[in-house]
């Protein structure tokens, strides 16, 4: 009802506000364009007028109808309520996301605490392991090295072959000299 009301257009024409000009004493074709023009200016304004005229009863009446007032106070009750369960939803959202980001640290503290025990259990390992020989380590030549097969080849190389008996020799005489080895003829 107040929806057409308030789109209110008159169909009526104002022809009686036209005696302004008179179109049938024009002189000529522009003339006679010229006093419409200034005719349909004044029944435009007069149409306007009415119209807004009939739209601010409209309003008014609006206003006072208690069916209307009734259905504004239900609307701004029904948007009280939707920003109220927004703002629930909101709340409920932020406390999950802290719990969850709670969660996550929490598990990745204990994840951390698990992986330096690891860490520490290797670094045990490791140091004890250390103090054994590694058995790809040549102590003669003081070399290190990546697989058994490069240890082979090592020892049977003319520069380990020479320190092994320069080696031995020195263990010979020290033996001769404590009296604990037999003389060589």
């Not at 506000?17 to 004493?25: E, F, K, N, W």
């Not at 598990?107 to 590694?134: C, K, P, V, W, Y």
């Not at 058995?135 to 072959?161: A, I, T, V």
Request: include cysteine; aromatic fraction near 8%.
């Amino acid at each position: 009802f107040y929806g057409w009301w308030q789109s209110y257009c008159t169909k009526k024409s104002y022809m009686w506000l036209d005696d302004l000009y008179d179109v049938r004493q024009a002189d000529g074709r522009r003339i006679l364009r010229a006093m419409e023009k200034e005719n349909k200016k004044i029944t435009d304004e007069a149409k306007k007028e009415f119209n807004e005229s009939v739209r601010s009863l409209v309003l008014h009446i609006k206003k006072k109808d208690p069916r209307c007032i009734a259905q504004k106070e239900k609307q701004k009750q029904l948007e009280e309520e939707r920003l109220a369960a927004e703002k629930r939803r909101k709340e409920e959202q932020r406390r999950k996301r802290a719990e969850e980001i709670e969660r996550i640290t929490k598990q990745e503290q204990d994840m951390i605490a698990e992986h330096e025990e690891r860490l520490d259990g290797l670094l045990n390992e490791f140091s004890d392991s250390e103090e054994e020989a590694d058995p790809f380590y040549c102590p003669l030549c003081k070399k290190l090295f990546k697989s058994d097969k490069m240890m082979k080849q090592h020892e049977k190389s003319k520069k380990h072959k020479e320190k092994l008996a320069e080696l031995q020799g020195e263990f010979a005489e020290e033996l001769q000299a404590a009296g604990l080895a037999p003389k060589l003829i």
